[in-house]
Nanobody, 127 residues
Framework: GQVLVESGGGSVQAGGSLRLSCAVA????????MAWFRQAPGKEREEVAS????????YYSDSVKGRFTISADNAKNMVYLQMNSLNPADTASYYC????????????????????WGQGTQVTVSS
C-alpha cells in the first residue's frame, strides 16, 4: 500500500481555513522528519513546513509562518497542516513527505532528501 496518503484539500475563499491530513505508514513514521511541500502551476515545488515525530520540533517557510501550523499525532501516525488566513498565492497541490531521522534548520527544506511522497491534494483559494 501507499506509504503516505493526503486528504483534506479543497476550494476556499481568501481568508478561509483548511486542514490537510497525511496518513503515514507505521514504518515511515517512527523517528521521522515529516513535511509538507507545495507546487503551484508553472512553478517549482517549494517547502511549506516540517515536524519531527520524535520531539515535535517544527520549521516553517517564511511565506506561511504565522498562518500555517504543522502537527503530528504519534498515536494515529498522522501529520496535519492547519492553514489559516489563506490567500490566492497559497493555491497549489500540497504533498506530504517523510524521511528517516530528524528535521534540522539547515536541511528540512531540501526535497531531494525525502524518501517517501504522497500523491498530493489540491488546494484552491479564490479571491
Amino acid at each position: 500500500g501507499q506509504v503516505l496518503v493526503e486528504s483534506g484539500g479543497g476550494s476556499v475563499q481568501a481568508g478561509g481555513s483548511l486542514r490537510l491530513s497525511c496518513a503515514v505508514a507505521r514504518s515511515a513514521y517512527s523517528s521521522s522528519c515529516m513535511a509538507w511541500f507545495r507546487q503551484a502551476p508553472g512553478k517549482e515545488r517549494e517547502e511549506v513546513a516540517s515536524v519531527y515525530s520524535h520531539d515535535g520540533r517544527t520549521y516553517y517557510s517564511d511565506s506561511v509562518k504565522g498562518r500555517f501550523t504543522i502537527s503530528a499525532d504519534n498515536a494515529k501516525n498522522m501529520v496535519y497542516l492547519q492553514m489559516n488566513s489563506l490567500n490566492p498565492a497559497d493555491t497549489a497541490s500540497y504533498y506530504c513527505a517523510a524521511k528517516p531521522g530528524g528535521c534540522y534548520a539547515t536541511t528540512w527544506f531540501f526535497e531531494g532528501t525525502y524518501m517517501y511522497w504522497g500523491q498530493g491534494t489540491q488546494v484552491t483559494v479564490s479571491s
